[in-house]
């Protein structure tokens, strides 16, 4: 754990964690030269996580109505800076347009506005991510879903896939690591 005092309690639910392997030759170009790629049997890993953000607040101060409460999907890659693993955000859309202004001053991490839906049947999720930039073509992703609602036994893969405590970001030319503690 961090020594210093938390700074922001989010709650997720509903995670879901896919994951693709890479050649980390094919990520280097788009991952800040500072960082190390982190490989598990050789490959790099991609990975999008979508899950619903409940009770967000920052410290000394409640959950803020409309803005606590949003679905998120982010893409991400595995990194390493002088021995201490992490994540690197490539983007991360959040449906709620308040969230993201807020979120990405300064230019710290790469938040966007994304239309965002999910439509349950049964034991199956569907959700659709849908982002527009300044005219360029749409970037959608739709993806189907079975839950599985049994404990699983976690393999070496996904413990190193999902125990990532730091994350890393540049901005202004600057490399900037924040802790990220979390329970389960």
Known sequence: MSKGPWVMEQEWQDVYFLHWPIMAKD???????ELEIDTFDGMAWLGVV???MKRMRVRFIPPIPG??????LNVRTYVKYKGKSGVYFFN???NNPIVSKLASVGDILPFQFAKMYEKRDKDILTFQNRREENGHTPE???ATVKPISE?????PLEFWLTERHYLWTKTMGT??????GHTQ
């Open 27 to 33: 990520l280097r170009e788009h991952v800040p030269q």
């Open 50 to 52: 979508y899950f619903q």
């Open 67 to 72: 803005t606590s409460s949003f679905l998120e």
């Open 92 to 94: 991360i859309n959040v």
């Open 140 to 142: 959608t992703l739709i």
């Open 151 to 155: 404990p699983i036994m976690r393999t």
């Open 175 to 180: 490399l900037i690591r924040q802790y990220n």
